[in-house]
């Protein structure tokens, strides 16, 4: 049984594909024959930014979910064509915008210049596709709107800050997907098409056989995550806390300055950043997984990581919080930290298989895919479908 105090405290082309299970022309038509019977297959246009690998060797939100929709959707039978850094790994049709993730490029000091050369690389290939789905923010909205093949936007940050209210007064037509419900709420007037939540692979991550013994952070280090209230949290619990996060060159003096004193503290263990291989045991150690995030977080891909190994999540009423965690399901929604160790003595009440459970008919890959699949014959229906003839065999 968990204990806590709750007591209020004083205080070019660079080609690179996976291998092809499929190794004969015949079975792969045969494939999409069976895939699509019902629908044309279409050729998708995936445009990544070019920060990360896709996907990305450790820590990477956006690249990491466009990778796991541009796999679904070639496994799904379609033509998908990934504009990305060279350094990335697909079953896709690869277009290297850059040799290598510009996260690892110290030679590259504007990235932007690379991103606008994207942006009009893809506008001269647009023919080539029925529908182009962008990653980017707003970098296509001025161009794409002025060419005739469909396109969208999922918008992957934060939609709150004052200057984001000009953009899509100006740009009210564009279509963009939000990733959450509550993602919409600061720019309303925006041309909201759909919310599609992330999701990720089935069998990326699962339930280990371990007994949790320990409080978990997962992610990355900065002001709004607010690693120290999970220190706190834990510390108010006697319960041990392991951090397993990143620290972007923007967040080091937020670290040097409020985290390491902190992380000094008896009970604390930080591990560093971690990629999947490890992420199954790390969660599944846990008796939940903290996020006493302060920001409207726009989706967290960290809860349905713990999630998918049957881990509880705490986490602070913020953005997207209430629509991806079930209170009282699969983890408690809390408001500050007396609450949230309170959260931790009542995970007893909850199931780790009914949590596993929930991850599966809610946030894996395949389901994110239908989604924008759906969205995509909905938009190209509404305008011109070039049809792609798949052969008899």
Aim: with cysteine; hydrophobic share 40%; glycine share 6%.
């Amino acid at each position: 049984m968990l204990h806590c105090d709750t007591r209020p405290a004083f205080r070019s082309r660079f080609l690179r594909r996976r291998p092809d299970p499929i190794q004969s022309d015949s079975h792969r038509l045969a494939v999409n024959l069976t895939v699509t019977k019902g629908f044309r297959f279409m050729k998708i246009a995936q445009i990544a930014p070019l920060t990360e690998a896709v996907p990305p060797t450790l820590y990477g939100g956006t690249e990491r979910v466009v990778s796991w929709i541009t796999e679904e959707l070639v496994a799904m039978g379609h033509d998908v064509t990934l504009f990305a850094s060279g350094d990335s790994v697909t079953t896709a049709r690869l277009e290297a915008m850059w040799p290598r993730a510009l996260r690892l490029d110290g030679t590259v000091r504007d990235p932007n210049a690379l991103h606008m050369a994207m942006v009009e690389h893809v506008y001269r290939r647009a023919g080539d596709f029925d529908i182009m789905h962008f990653h980017m923010d707003y970098y296509p909205f001025s161009l794409m709107s002025r060419q005739p093949t469909p396109f969208v936007t999922t918008l992957h940050g934060r939609l709150d800050l004052p200057e984001h209210q000009p953009l899509f007064n100006t740009f009210s037509s564009i279509p963009v997907v939000s990733i959450s419900d509550a993602q919409r709420r600061p720019v309303p007037n925006a041309n909201w098409v759909e919310t599609v939540h992330h999701g990720l692979p089935a069998d990326l991550l699962r339930p280990t056989a371990v007994a949790p013994s320990y409080l978990a952070f997962l992610g990355r280090i900065s002001p709004e995550k607010r690693l120290d209230r999970a220190i706190r949290i834990a510390q108010r619990c006697g319960i041990p806390l392991k951090v397993a996060a990143k620290i972007d060159r923007a967040d080091e003096d937020h670290f040097e300055e409020q985290i390491r004193p902190l992380i000094g503290s008896p009970g604390v263990e930080f591990i560093g950043e971690i990629g999947d291989a490890q992420k199954s045991d790390f969660l599944s150690g846990a008796h939940a997984l903290l996020v006493p995030i302060d920001w409207p977080e726009p989706f967290g891909l960290v809860m349905i990581e713990a999630m998918a190994c049957g881990t509880p999540v705490i986490a602070y009423n913020r953005g997207s919080v209430p629509e991806v965690i079930e209170n009282g399901v699969t983890g408690f929604v809390v408001e500050d930290e007396i609450s949230a160790a309170g959260a931790v003595r009542d995970l007893r009440t909850l199931s780790r298989e009914t949590i596993r459970e929930r991850f599966e008919e809610r946030f894996t890959a395949r389901r994110m895919a239908e989604r924008y699949l759906t969205l995509y014959r909905r938009m190209v229906d509404g305008g011109r479908m070039r049809p792609h003839l798949v052969s008899a065999i």
